[in-house]
């Protein structure tokens, strides 16, 4: 069965707009969870989502934004983009709400100029 | 705060070593440990999970152990391929909701295996 699906695959913004990227879960799946990957940071966790109820969001300002539709398919929305915003955005999917393995992406390349 | 450390930052082996990847967590309450793969430029893919109440995982040449008192995991690999060269990454979740997803990954340790 497919894999998780995210678009665009490479983008490039400029600073001050702002930028929406798809996710598409597994088949089935209805967890969808976001990571933003740099650097110096590495792997940091953006929110999570079930049922299209947020459950757990990570420490990134107001700016980022997310939400999941009823079909499972979730985006996520950075406004004001800013030039620490570049990075790998990557999303993962599971079964459940407390599900076990979970299924990544290979992501979102956002590039802020 | 939860903090994953991974060491060492990165390895380089001749083909056919067994090797140990190490990975340490500050805070015990875990719901459970994993480890992941990422190849460059790519997404991750999960190689093992070890539940809280368990100590070790198995999978083909690779096996994983938690020893949470301790705040500790190892990732062992067996006789080593040039496929296994990627960056190796470790990961927590929080035992407060039981959630599998909201995730703390430690830096990763990139692993060049020489043919």
């Known amino acids: 069965k497919a894999g998780v699906t995210q678009t665009p695959r490479y983008l490039i913004k400029t600073r001050g707009q702002q930028v929406t990227l798809s996710c598409s879960p597994i088949s089935g799946h209805r967890s969808v969870s976001w990571y933003q990957q740099t650097p110096g940071q590495g792997l940091q966790f953006l929110f999570e989502?079930?049922?299209?109820?947020?459950?757990n969001k990570g420490n990134f300002p107001g700016r980022f934004s997310g939400r999941q539709f009823s079909n499972s398919r979730s985006e996520m929305n950075v406004s004001t983009l800013e030039l620490g915003d570049s990075a790998l955005y990557l999303c993962a999917s599971g079964w459940g709400p407390s599900g076990n393995t979970i299924y990544f992406g290979e992501g979102s390349w956002l590039t802020v100029v | 705060k939860q903090e994953v450390t991974q060491i060492p930052a990165a390895l380089s082996v001749p083909e056919g070593e067994n090797l140990v990847l190490n990975c340490s967590f500050t805070d015990s309450a875990i719901y459970n440990l994993q480890w992941f793969r990422q190849d460059p430029g790519k997404g991750l893919t999960s190689l093992l999970l070890i539940q809280s109440s368990q100590r070790e995982q198995t999978s083909g040449r690779l096996n994983a152990s938690l020893d949470k008192s301790s705040g500790r995991s190892t990732l062992y690999i067996a006789a080593s391929q040039p496929g296994d060269s990627a960056t190796y990454l470790c990961a927590v979740s929080p035992n407060s909701g039981g959630s599998n997803y909201k995730l703390t990954f430690g830096k990763g340790t990139l692993l060049t295996v020489n043919p």
């Open positions: 989502y079930f049922s299209e109820t947020q459950r």
